[in-house]
């Protein structure tokens, strides 16, 4: 994990976040690979998008931007899309 | 808080003026609804012939600012103002408010007619401006502009080409000039809160009678659709790539833009009654809440539509239960008719019964920032005539919203109806109407 990121996630947080997506939209987690498509593998519609979204930034304490919502399509790219913003909200808090 | 409304003075609705795809003018515009009438063109945005892209869109034929007796020194003033640019949206603006005025019958002729303005528009002027700074950004980019091209020479360059343009996103020399045509010399306001503008400005107008700025207000609100605004939404992926407005339906696929305007007439009570003017309905009061999640997407599971709704049950004094006519947004894109029935269900029940409830935007399109008023004019034509229209291409509705939606045509007695709202960047509005009858 860079340095600059929080040190009060989750160990292995693509794990984590299998788990958070699998509470929220009532898949297995074992179906939540973390490069199965959201759309097309696993069947995850645009509300459950925005709801997905909603959990993860609550959980993560992290903001996602409107436009990058639909551009995450994977497990993966959620996890990323986390660091990103942590980074950037660390790297803004060093700036203060 | 007392949330009640303020003071005693009963706001009522006396006149309404719409320009839209399916009619111009309150008899026409009501027969379209009836004849289910719809004109959904294609449109197609050429630059030096190449085709920059092609949309449908509900879209007015034919309309003509000139044929509609106003002022011609005003509206040349007005051209003159845009440099000989005639902008569609902002005559849209002009002709509505005209019809409305001449519906309501009320004299504004006469200097210190004590009627006010409310203009609310979510883009005004921002189009031209965009265009002439494309423009110019690429005459610079092919060298056509570019000589010695220091930052001072930029911007001496730009300045008249496109930077002065830039004060027409100002909206207040639009409310100047709108103002000037109808000798409005009372409390004047733009407004923009998105698609719920339209409810924001019934609000601001009922607060400007009842504190006693003005006798009577007029409330505008237009847009007319281009290709940049729909590359903004075909880049949200919220628009129907088949011109169909289907909302709360499994087959939904997203927003489709109507061109249009509406002007209606609010106006003290006791005035209306004084000079004998035909009442269409009192607006009861409205409620607003501010979700403040995203500007573009609303905040699944968040209860904030569902507190506009009751804000506006308790500033308007009425329960639930009098709802007989609900007008949702109805966009017919999945997230929002998701996010709106949510909270309807959650008010009204899974399924209600009452209130009836019937979309709007499949006979007109999205009118962006002029939909809530321009379906609210409906509303008000629904209750005068006691006809709920039914929902266009409601053909595959989707059990998940859990509602029921009005497939054909209906006569029945109609006494109070609602209007809500979900905007972008969360407003989310409602308003509420009673017939008088």
Redesign the interface.
């Known amino acids: 994990m860079p340095e600059n990121i929080p040190n009060n996630l989750p160990d292995d947080l693509e794990q984590d976040m299998r788990q958070l997506i699998a509470d929220v939209t009532g898949k297995s987690i074992d179906e939540l690979r973390p490069e199965a498509n959201f759309w097309n593998d696993i069947g995850i519609d645009s509300i459950k998008a925005i709801e997905i979204t909603v959990a993860i930034e609550r959980r993560y304490k992290v903001r996602i931007r409107d436009e990058q919502i639909p551009k995450i399509t994977n497990i993966r790219e959620a996890v990323e899309a986390v660091r990103e913003a942590l980074r950037k909200k660390a790297d803004e808090q060093k700036q203060v | 808080m007392n949330k009640n409304r303020s003071n005693d003075r009963r706001v009522v609705i006396t006149g309404i003026g719409p320009i839209s795809s399916i009619g111009i003018g309150r008899d026409n515009f009501w027969q379209g609804i009836l004849e289910k009438r719809v004109n959904i063109k294609l449109e197609k945005a050429l630059l030096d012939n190449e085709l920059l892209g092609q949309f449908y869109t509900h879209k007015i034929d034919n309309f003509d600012i000139s044929k509609f007796g106003i002022d011609k020194d005003k509206l040349k003033d007005i051209r003159e103002w845009k440099e000989g640019e005639e902008v569609i949206d902002l005559n849209y603006l002009i002709a509505a408010i005209k019809l409305a005025l001449d519906d309501s019958h009320i004299d504004y002729h006469v200097e210190n007619n004590n009627i006010g303005l409310v203009l609310a528009h979510e883009n005004l002027g921002l189009m031209p401006f965009c265009y002439k700074l494309g423009n110019l950004s690429y005459d610079m980019l092919i060298g056509k502009t570019r000589k010695e091209m220091t930052r001072k020479n930029f911007v001496e360059k730009a300045y008249p080409t496109f930077l002065k343009s830039a004060y027409d996103v100002q909206s207040f020399a639009d409310l100047f000039h709108i103002a000037r045509v109808f000798n409005v010399s009372d409390y004047s306001l733009f407004i923009n809160n998105a698609c719920a503008s339209g409810l924001y400005a019934f609000e601001a107008a009922a607060q400007i009678i009842r504190n006693k700025h003005a006798e009577a207000v007029v409330v505008a609100a237009s847009d007319s659709p281009d290709i940049l605004k729909y590359l903004w939404f075909k880049?949200?992926?919220i628009y129907s790539p088949d011109g169909l407005v289907r909302p709360f339906c499994k087959d939904s696929n997203g927003l489709v833009f109507g061109d249009g305007g509406v002007g209606i007439v609010v106006e003290d009570y006791e005035h209306a009654k004084e000079r004998n003017a035909s009442i269409y309905a009192e607006y009861l009061g409205g409620g607003f809440d501010l979700e403040g999640w995203?500007?573009?997407?609303?905040?699944?599971?968040s209860n904030s539509y569902q507190k506009a709704m009751q804000k506006t049950f308790e500033h308007s004094q009425t329960a639930k239960e009098e709802i007989d006519l609900l007008c949702p947004h109805g966009v017919g894109y999945?997230?929002i008719d998701?996010y709106e029935s949510q909270a309807i269900t959650a008010i009204f029940g899974n399924n209600p019964k009452k209130p009836a409830i019937t979309a709007f935007k499949p006979y007109i399109g999205h009118n962006l920032g002029a939909s809530a008023i321009t379906e609210t004019a409906i509303l008000l034509l629904a209750l005068k005539n006691n006809i709920i229209p039914p929902t266009l291409n409601y053909n595959n509705p989707d059990t998940k919203f859990n509602l029921n939606l009005i497939k054909e045509k209906k006569s029945m007695k109609l006494t109070t109806a609602m209007k809500i709202c979900s905007a972008f960047a969360g407003f989310n509005a409602g308003a509420i109407f009673r017939s008088l009858n």
């Open positions: 880049n949200l992926g995203k500007i573009t997407v609303p905040q699944i599971g999945q997230v998701y």
